[in-house]
Protein backbone atom coordinates (compact mmCIF):
# COMPACT_ATOMS: atom_id res chain seq x y z
CA UNK A 1 0.00 0.00 0.00
CA UNK A 2 0.86 3.25 -0.15
CA UNK A 3 0.70 6.50 1.32
CA UNK A 4 0.29 9.70 -0.15
CA UNK A 5 3.35 11.87 1.94
CA UNK A 6 2.51 15.78 2.18
CA UNK A 7 5.78 16.96 4.21
CA UNK A 8 4.35 19.05 7.18
CA UNK A 9 6.16 22.57 6.39
CA UNK A 10 9.02 23.59 8.27
CA UNK A 11 7.37 27.15 8.61
CA UNK A 12 3.82 27.73 9.60
CA UNK A 13 2.66 31.69 10.04
CA UNK A 14 -1.11 31.71 10.71
CA UNK A 15 -2.74 34.70 10.78
CA UNK A 16 -0.03 36.67 12.09
CA UNK A 17 -0.59 40.51 13.30
CA UNK A 18 1.61 42.74 14.72
CA UNK A 19 0.85 46.21 15.97
CA UNK A 20 3.25 49.13 16.16
CA UNK A 21 1.94 52.02 19.00
CA UNK A 22 -1.64 51.56 16.77
CA UNK A 23 -0.46 51.16 13.23
CA UNK A 24 -1.00 47.84 11.83
CA UNK A 25 2.10 46.48 10.76
CA UNK A 26 0.77 42.81 10.08
CA UNK A 27 -2.96 42.05 9.42
CA UNK A 28 -3.03 38.70 9.32
CA UNK A 29 -0.30 37.06 7.15
CA UNK A 30 -0.66 33.33 6.40
CA UNK A 31 2.74 31.90 5.15
CA UNK A 32 4.40 28.74 5.19
CA UNK A 33 7.73 26.97 3.92
CA UNK A 34 8.40 23.95 3.00
CA UNK A 35 11.73 22.11 3.36
CA UNK A 36 14.54 22.91 1.18
CA UNK A 37 12.34 25.71 -0.22
CA UNK A 38 13.67 28.69 -1.06
CA UNK A 39 10.79 31.14 -0.74
CA UNK A 40 11.36 35.03 -1.54
CA UNK A 41 9.69 37.81 -0.01
CA UNK A 42 9.25 40.94 -2.15
CA UNK A 43 6.86 44.44 -1.95
CA UNK A 44 7.24 47.96 -1.23
CA UNK A 45 8.95 49.31 1.48
CA UNK A 46 6.73 49.80 4.83
CA UNK A 47 4.41 46.12 3.72
CA UNK A 48 5.75 44.18 6.70
CA UNK A 49 8.51 42.12 5.32
CA UNK A 50 10.74 42.99 8.09
CA UNK A 51 8.43 42.52 10.59
CA UNK A 52 6.83 38.90 9.38
CA UNK A 53 10.25 37.59 9.75
CA UNK A 54 11.24 39.59 13.49
CA UNK A 55 7.78 38.14 14.46
CA UNK A 56 9.55 34.56 13.36
CA UNK A 57 12.84 35.06 14.78
CA UNK A 58 10.96 36.44 18.24
CA UNK A 59 12.60 39.48 17.96
CA UNK A 60 9.25 40.94 18.32
CA UNK A 61 6.14 39.89 20.19
CA UNK A 62 3.17 39.09 17.73
CA UNK A 63 -0.55 40.55 18.84
CA UNK A 64 -2.39 37.55 17.29
CA UNK A 65 -2.26 34.31 15.41
CA UNK A 66 0.51 32.17 15.28
CA UNK A 67 4.10 30.48 14.77
CA UNK A 68 5.11 27.20 14.57
CA UNK A 69 8.40 25.70 13.44
CA UNK A 70 8.70 21.71 13.23
CA UNK A 71 4.85 22.15 14.35
CA UNK A 72 6.37 23.24 17.24
CA UNK A 73 4.01 26.96 18.49
CA UNK A 74 6.79 29.59 19.02
CA UNK A 75 6.71 31.60 22.07
CA UNK A 76 4.18 30.50 23.74
CA UNK A 77 2.87 26.68 25.37
CA UNK A 78 -0.99 25.49 25.71
CA UNK A 79 -2.17 25.31 29.26
CA UNK A 80 -5.30 24.97 30.97
CA UNK A 81 -6.80 28.18 30.63
CA UNK A 82 -5.27 28.35 26.58
CA UNK A 83 -1.80 29.68 25.96
CA UNK A 84 0.92 31.49 27.74
CA UNK A 85 4.11 32.73 26.93
CA UNK A 86 7.61 30.85 27.30
CA UNK A 87 10.02 31.35 29.84
CA UNK A 88 12.91 33.43 28.49
CA UNK A 89 15.49 30.42 28.29
CA UNK A 90 12.02 28.25 26.16
CA UNK A 91 12.40 31.07 23.81
CA UNK A 92 16.07 31.03 23.30
CA UNK A 93 16.19 27.13 22.70
CA UNK A 94 13.57 27.90 19.69
CA UNK A 95 15.42 30.88 18.75
CA UNK A 96 18.54 28.73 18.08
CA UNK A 97 16.67 26.74 15.82
CA UNK A 98 16.34 29.70 13.21
CA UNK A 99 19.34 31.24 11.44
CA UNK A 100 19.22 35.00 10.37
CA UNK A 101 20.99 37.31 8.58
CA UNK A 102 20.00 40.98 8.41
CA UNK A 103 21.27 44.54 5.98
CA UNK A 104 23.69 45.17 8.86
CA UNK A 105 26.04 42.43 9.15
CA UNK A 106 27.44 43.60 12.71
CA UNK A 107 30.28 41.50 13.21
CA UNK A 108 32.06 41.65 16.61
CA UNK A 109 35.12 44.45 15.45
CA UNK A 110 37.73 43.20 18.30
CA UNK A 111 37.14 39.10 17.16
CA UNK A 112 38.85 38.06 14.05
CA UNK A 113 36.72 36.27 11.35
CA UNK A 114 36.81 33.07 12.76
CA UNK A 115 36.02 34.03 16.46
CA UNK A 116 32.78 35.99 14.28
CA UNK A 117 31.87 32.76 13.43
CA UNK A 118 32.80 29.98 16.22
CA UNK A 119 32.20 32.64 19.74
CA UNK A 120 28.39 32.68 18.56
CA UNK A 121 27.77 29.32 17.93
CA UNK A 122 29.92 28.01 20.95
CA UNK A 123 28.02 30.38 23.22
CA UNK A 124 24.25 29.94 22.13
CA UNK A 125 24.56 26.09 21.70
CA UNK A 126 27.43 24.80 24.42
CA UNK A 127 29.35 23.67 21.37
CA UNK A 128 33.17 22.64 22.34
CA UNK A 129 35.97 24.70 20.56
CA UNK A 130 37.44 22.46 18.70
CA UNK A 131 34.20 21.60 16.77
CA UNK A 132 33.43 24.83 16.70
CA UNK A 133 36.49 25.45 15.05
CA UNK A 134 36.09 22.50 12.12
CA UNK A 135 32.47 24.03 11.47
CA UNK A 136 33.49 27.46 11.14
CA UNK A 137 36.67 27.29 8.51
CA UNK A 138 34.50 24.92 6.66
CA UNK A 139 31.63 27.41 6.05
CA UNK A 140 34.20 30.27 5.91
CA UNK A 141 35.33 27.94 3.25
CA UNK A 142 32.03 27.49 1.33
CA UNK A 143 31.83 31.28 1.76
CA UNK A 144 35.24 31.90 -0.03
CA UNK A 145 36.56 33.26 3.11
CA UNK A 146 39.32 30.85 4.35
CA UNK A 147 41.79 33.07 3.98
CA UNK A 148 40.61 35.70 5.94
CA UNK A 149 40.13 33.34 9.00
CA UNK A 150 42.67 35.59 11.18
CA UNK A 151 41.69 39.07 9.90
CA UNK A 152 39.78 41.60 11.77
CA UNK A 153 36.32 42.65 10.07
CA UNK A 154 37.33 46.21 9.34
CA UNK A 155 39.79 44.90 7.15
CA UNK A 156 36.80 43.18 5.29
CA UNK A 157 34.33 44.66 2.59
CA UNK A 158 31.28 45.21 3.05
CA UNK A 159 30.56 41.98 0.64
CA UNK A 160 33.38 40.19 2.19
CA UNK A 161 31.73 41.13 5.77
CA UNK A 162 28.59 39.97 5.46
CA UNK A 163 29.55 36.53 3.87
CA UNK A 164 31.14 36.02 7.21
CA UNK A 165 27.46 37.26 8.91
CA UNK A 166 26.11 33.96 6.94
CA UNK A 167 28.84 31.86 7.74
CA UNK A 168 28.07 32.48 11.13
CA UNK A 169 24.28 32.48 10.86
CA UNK A 170 24.95 28.63 9.31
CA UNK A 171 27.11 27.49 11.99
CA UNK A 172 24.63 25.71 14.00
CA UNK A 173 22.31 24.58 10.98
CA UNK A 174 19.82 25.78 11.41
CA UNK A 175 16.27 24.28 10.17
CA UNK A 176 15.43 27.67 8.23
CA UNK A 177 17.03 30.72 7.46
CA UNK A 178 15.96 33.92 7.28
CA UNK A 179 17.47 36.93 5.29
CA UNK A 180 16.23 40.26 5.63
CA UNK A 181 17.86 42.22 2.59
CA UNK A 182 20.77 40.84 3.10
CA UNK A 183 22.74 42.87 -0.02
CA UNK A 184 20.62 46.34 0.51
CA UNK A 185 23.57 47.69 2.98
CA UNK A 186 26.27 46.87 0.33
CA UNK A 187 28.09 49.04 -2.07
CA UNK A 188 26.54 47.57 -5.86
CA UNK A 189 29.81 46.27 -7.15
CA UNK A 190 29.76 44.53 -3.54
CA UNK A 191 26.40 42.97 -4.44
CA UNK A 192 26.24 39.73 -6.71
CA UNK A 193 29.25 38.50 -4.77
CA UNK A 194 26.92 37.91 -1.89
CA UNK A 195 24.01 36.70 -3.98
CA UNK A 196 26.37 34.02 -5.72
CA UNK A 197 26.68 32.98 -1.83
CA UNK A 198 23.19 32.44 -0.89
CA UNK A 199 22.62 30.94 -4.47
CA UNK A 200 24.97 28.38 -3.16
CA UNK A 201 23.75 28.28 0.20
CA UNK A 202 19.73 27.77 -1.38
CA UNK A 203 21.94 24.76 -3.80
CA UNK A 204 23.01 23.13 -0.44
CA UNK A 205 19.00 22.54 0.66
CA UNK A 206 18.84 25.10 3.27
CA UNK A 207 15.46 26.52 3.72
CA UNK A 208 15.96 30.06 3.54
CA UNK A 209 13.22 32.81 3.26
CA UNK A 210 14.96 35.92 1.33
CA UNK A 211 13.27 39.61 2.01
CA UNK A 212 14.84 41.49 -1.42
CA UNK A 213 14.46 43.93 -3.32
CA UNK A 214 16.63 42.04 -6.12
CA UNK A 215 14.18 41.07 -8.77
CA UNK A 216 16.94 38.80 -10.53
CA UNK A 217 17.53 36.17 -8.03
CA UNK A 218 13.79 36.52 -6.85
CA UNK A 219 12.76 34.83 -10.26
CA UNK A 220 15.99 32.29 -10.53
CA UNK A 221 16.35 31.43 -7.36
CA UNK A 222 12.54 31.77 -5.46
CA UNK A 223 10.80 28.13 -5.41
CA UNK A 224 7.70 30.56 -4.64
CA UNK A 225 7.36 34.07 -4.66
CA UNK A 226 5.34 36.04 -1.67
CA UNK A 227 4.19 39.39 -2.71
CA UNK A 228 3.58 41.74 0.73
CA UNK A 229 1.60 45.03 0.57
CA UNK A 230 0.26 46.77 3.47
CA UNK A 231 0.74 43.72 6.11
CA UNK A 232 -0.76 41.24 3.91
CA UNK A 233 0.60 38.56 1.66
CA UNK A 234 -1.47 39.80 -1.40
CA UNK A 235 -0.12 37.40 -4.32
CA UNK A 236 2.22 34.63 -4.23
CA UNK A 237 3.33 31.53 -6.50
CA UNK A 238 6.04 30.40 -8.66
CA UNK A 239 8.42 32.87 -9.70
CA UNK A 240 6.81 32.36 -13.26
CA UNK A 241 3.81 33.45 -12.08
CA UNK A 242 4.26 37.00 -9.46
CA UNK A 243 6.61 37.81 -12.57
CA UNK A 244 5.27 37.04 -15.83
CA UNK A 245 1.57 36.90 -15.08
CA UNK A 246 0.73 39.07 -11.99
CA UNK A 247 -2.75 39.45 -10.76
CA UNK A 248 -3.39 41.87 -8.83
CA UNK A 249 -2.88 45.80 -9.97
CA UNK A 250 -0.57 46.63 -6.55
CA UNK A 251 1.93 43.93 -7.91
CA UNK A 252 1.55 44.99 -11.73
CA UNK A 253 2.56 48.47 -9.95
CA UNK A 254 5.31 47.07 -7.94
CA UNK A 255 6.86 44.94 -11.06
CA UNK A 256 6.74 48.01 -13.10
CA UNK A 257 8.99 49.76 -10.67
CA UNK A 258 12.16 47.24 -11.98
CA UNK A 259 11.38 47.58 -15.61
P1 LIG B 1 9.41 46.49 5.28
O1 LIG B 1 10.46 45.61 5.84
O2 LIG B 1 8.49 45.79 4.32
O3 LIG B 1 9.97 47.75 4.68
P2 LIG B 1 8.66 46.83 8.04
O4 LIG B 1 8.24 45.49 8.47
O5 LIG B 1 10.00 47.30 8.44
O6 LIG B 1 8.46 46.97 6.46
O7 LIG B 1 7.64 47.90 8.57
C1 LIG B 1 6.24 47.79 8.39
C2 LIG B 1 5.60 48.98 9.02
O8 LIG B 1 5.73 48.90 10.44
C3 LIG B 1 6.24 50.29 8.60
O9 LIG B 1 5.22 51.24 8.44
C4 LIG B 1 7.12 50.65 9.77
O10 LIG B 1 7.26 52.05 9.88
C5 LIG B 1 6.38 50.06 10.93
N1 LIG B 1 7.31 49.65 11.99
C6 LIG B 1 8.23 48.66 11.90
N2 LIG B 1 8.91 48.52 13.05
C7 LIG B 1 8.42 49.47 13.89
C8 LIG B 1 8.69 49.84 15.25
N3 LIG B 1 9.64 49.20 15.96
N4 LIG B 1 7.99 50.85 15.77
C9 LIG B 1 7.04 51.49 15.05
N5 LIG B 1 6.71 51.19 13.79
C10 LIG B 1 7.40 50.19 13.20
MG1 LIG C 1 12.53 45.77 5.83
Known amino acids: MTTAHTPEPILQVHQLTKTFAGFQALNGVDFSVNEGEVVVVIGP ?6 TLVRCVHQLETIDGGSVYLDGELL ?13 PRAVAAQRRRIGMVFQQFNLFPHWTILE ?9 HGVGAAEAEQRARLLLKQVGLEHKADAHPRELSG ?8 ARALAPAPRIMLFDEPTSALDPELVDEVLAVLRDVARSGVTMVVVT ?21 VEQGTAEQIFNHPKSDRLKAFLSRFR
Open 213 to 233: HEMEFARQMGDRVVFMDAGRV
Open 116 to 124: NVTRPHRMS
Open 75 to 87: GYEHHRSGVRPLT
Open 159 to 166: GQQQRVAI
Open 45 to 50: SGSGKS
